[in-house]
């Protein structure tokens, strides 16, 4: 049973900045692979960012520039620093992990409860 606790979410003005945490638990946990997920009202949950066990990242082309994704082993955290923030990134947003390489929703199989975040104008 791997374990996925999300903190961080709160309200921000647009230009702003939040960094997001993700508390994982599980055996062997630096040789998982992490995203980042979200999901506004009325759309399909999608894609931020995702990191591999060796710490490379991809971004959606929505955030990248702006967020990034990191993990510290030592600590089982995974991060998500999100700068120049807009009302569009409004969302619940997601941590995942998978021991499996992928990108989408349905490669994750390990998901955490999600905290909101909300950017207002």
């Known amino acids: 049973q791997v374990q996925l606790v999300e903190s961080g979410g709160g309200s921000v003005q647009a230009g702003g900045s939040l960094r997001l945490s993700c508390t994982a638990s599980?055996?062997?946990?630096?040789?998982?692979?992490m995203g980042w997920f979200r999901q506004a009202p009325g759309k399909e949950r999608e894609g931020v960012a995702r990191?591999?066990?060796?710490?490379?990242?991809a971004y959606s082309n929505s955030v990248r520039g702006r967020f990034s994704i990191s993990r510290d082993n030592a600590k089982n955290a995974l991060y998500l620093q999100m700068n120049s923030l807009k009302p569009e990134d409004t969302a619940m947003y997601y941590c995942?992990?998978?021991?499996?390489?992928?990108?989408?929703?349905?490669?994750?199989?390990?998901w955490g409860q999600g905290t909101q975040v909300t950017v207002s104008s």
């Open positions: 995942a992990a998978d021991t499996r390489p992928g990108v989408g929703v349905a490669d994750f199989r390990y």
């Open positions: 990191i591999t066990p060796g710490g490379g990242t």
């Open positions: 599980g055996y062997s946990y630096s040789s998982y692979y």
